[in-house]
């Protein structure tokens, strides 16, 4: 049985900075992915990587800002998040996927992390 468990949401001033952490268990996955959902909003792409061959991809709104990575050895993937802006709160959810199919699209994702909240005051 796969999970994903999250951690490192809080609360932080713009301008800042929080890594967030997803740790899977039970299969190796193709790929990881970070989303987040904003009150009164969808779901929304932040960020993915290739677990094989460490491609990375970036929503435009995040580009620049975030980070992705991932060890291998920890079965983890990290979401390094700098220069926050209040635009950026939200529910992030560690998603991932042992099959192929886009990185950028939540369809893709079988798996899902229960979600971590961040939340950027101006």
């Known amino acids: 049985q796969v999970q994903l468990v999250e951690s490192g949401g809080g609360l932080v001033q713009a301008g800042g900075s929080l890594r967030l952490s997803c740790a899977t268990s039970?299969?190796?996955?193709?790929?990881m992915g970070w989303f987040r959902e904003a009150p009164g909003k969808e779901r929304e792409f932040v960020a993915a990587i290739s677990w094989s061959i460490s491609n990375t991809y970036y929503s435009d709104s995040v580009k620049g800002r975030f980070t992705i990575s991932r060890d291998n050895a920890k079965n983890t993937v990290y979401l390094q998040m700098n220069s926050l802006k209040p635009e950026d709160t939200a529910v992030y959810y560690c998603?991932?996927?042992?099959?192929?199919?886009?990185?950028?699209?939540?369809?893709?994702?079988?798996?899902w992390g229960q979600g971590t909240q961040v939340t950027v005051s101006s």
């Open positions: 998603a991932a996927s042992t099959g192929w199919g886009s990185p950028t699209i939540s369809p893709t994702y079988k798996y």
């Open positions: 039970g299969r190796t996955m193709r790929s």
